[in-house]
């Protein structure tokens, strides 16, 4: 285990379900992240939050939508999703800047919309 | 913002060989340059960093070399064993930025 996380490991949801990935980080840091792995692209950075503020929100759609009710936990919300969704999502947590300083991945989410 | 772009795309060497893998980026702010291993199934797990200071850092058959000037950076391991094949991300940030990772390397080591 990295100190980093995540559940459920593996999720299949329909178009109309709602489900909720959940992310535990103890390590100490107040900065954490969710990412997105799509086949064949680059890490999508979908959210970020310092201190339970959410600092980004790359223009990620409204049917995925996030939640940091303390600087340990971060969750992300899911419904209504497309095909288009499926992928590997991680969460991440770093200490905060002002250095840049490693961030720490958990083992994902993989996610299958039918 | 910052680019990064990372060649090649695949990588298939021979157990006992060396793998080099290369990284550029495009903003001459960044002064963190991070390497992922992802193995199947898992998150990437951070394997080794250097930062802009430093021109070359080593840990065991690990290596990664820093060119400021040409703003590219490389991940050279030695003596590759079957454990190393996975898929390899570079990333790039600085002070107040958030991570650009490389688009990934999959490496396979033949036995």
């Known amino acids: 285990e990295t100190g980093v996380t995540q559940t459920p490991r593996h999720l299949v949801m329909g178009m109309t379900n709602k489900k909720s990935l959940k992310c535990e980080q103890h390590l100490g840091h107040n900065a954490m992240y969710w990412y997105k792995q799509s086949a064949k692209k680059p890490l999508e950075l979908m959210f970020v939050y310092n201190f339970k503020e959410q600092t980004e929100n790359n223009s990620v759609p409204s049917r995925s939508s996030p939640e940091c009710p303390n600087s340990s936990h971060l969750f992300l919300h899911l419904h209504t999703l497309q095909p288009e969704d499926s992928a590997l999502y991680l969460c991440?947590?770093?200490?905060?800047?002002?250095?840049?300083?490693?961030?720490?991945f958990g083992s994902g989410t993989q996610l299958s919309v039918l | 913002g910052e680019n990064v772009e990372q060649h090649p795309s695949t990588l298939s060497v021979q157990e006992g060989d060396s793998a080099v893998i290369k990284c550029t980026y495009s903003d001459s702010a960044s002064n963190y340059f991070p390497w992922y291993k992802q193995e199947l199934g898992k998150g990437p797990q951070l394997i080794i960093d250097i930062r802009s200071n430093v021109g070359e850092k080593k840990d065991q058959r690990i290596a990664v070399t820093l060119n400021k000037t040409a703003k590219h950076f490389s991940l050279h391991i030695t003596e590759t064993q079957p454990e190393d094949s996975a898929v390899y991300f570079c990333a790039a940030n600085s002070y107040g930025q958030n991570f650009v990772f490389g688009p990934g390397t999959r490496l396979s080591v033949l036995p």
């Open positions: 991440a947590s770093s200490q905060d800047p002002p250095d840049p300083e490693k961030l720490f």
